[in-house]
């Protein structure tokens, strides 16, 4: 069983950088490959970016390609999310999820455990 919560949402203005982290309970956080979904009003939960066990394997949706990057430390059994240049449609509540079964799992299906999310909201 793993938990994770998330932190490190809040209100930024356009340009602006946050940086969510993601701290998970558990022994086993590091055979977990773990993803960031977000959830804005109206639309579907998407994934943003995901990472493999090791942080060797990364992934990004075109929207944040170059603005946001995903990685993670085994150690202190957490995973990040530095979001630079930051746009008002980045708003969204933001969801730290991970996956036991897939080494690189890119859709909702594929991770067992999600955390509480994170509002992230992006000014003009």
């Known amino acids: 069983q793993v938990q994770l919560v998330e932190s490190g949402g809040g209100l930024v203005q356009a340009g602006g950088s946050l940086r969510l982290s993601c701290a998970a309970s558990?022994?086993?956080?590091?055979?977990?490959?773990m993803g960031w979904f977000r959830q804005a009003p109206g639309k579907e939960r998407e994934l943003v970016a995901r990472i493999n066990w090791s942080g060797g394997s990364t992934y990004y949706a075109d929207a944040v390609k170059g603005r946001f990057t995903i990685s993670r430390d085994n150690a202190k059994n957490t995973v990040y999310l530095h979001m630079n240049s930051l746009k008002p449609e980045d708003t969204a509540v933001y969801y730290c999820?991970?996956?036991?079964?897939?080494?690189?799992?890119?859709?909702?299906?594929?991770?067992?455990?999600w955390g509480q999310g994170t509002q992230v909201t992006v000014s003009s």
């Open positions: 999820a991970g996956s036991s079964t897939y080494s690189r799992p890119t859709s909702l299906r594929m991770y067992d455990y």
């Open positions: 558990g022994r086993t956080f590091s055979n977990y490959a």
